[in-house]
């Protein structure tokens, strides 16, 4: 007989993206320190909510971040 466990998540929650990232996860994603992150928070720069204890960063955001960096990145260079 198998056991599983009933706190692993579905293969269909697994596959889901996640709406809403940590600090520390975007600041893993853009290669940037977790402090980077809090101070970018801390001035507007970066969109977040405080969910109970914890403070959480809308993924679309980061992936609308990173698609303009890198366009901005294929721009300079087309000029170079």
Request: glycine share 4%; charged share 25%; aromatic share 4%.
């Amino acid at each position: 007989m198998t056991m599983v466990s009933t706190t692993t998540a579905s293969p269909r929650r697994r596959r889901q993206a996640k709406l809403m990232l940590s600090p520390e996860e975007v600041a893993q994603k853009l290669g940037v320190g977790r402090s980077t992150i809090d101070r970018r928070m801390r001035a507007g720069e970066i969109p977040s909510r405080r969910i109970g204890a914890r403070w959480l960063i809308p993924a679309s955001w980061v992936h609308e971040f990173v698609n303009v960096q890198q366009n901005l990145q294929k721009e300079i260079v087309k000029t170079a």
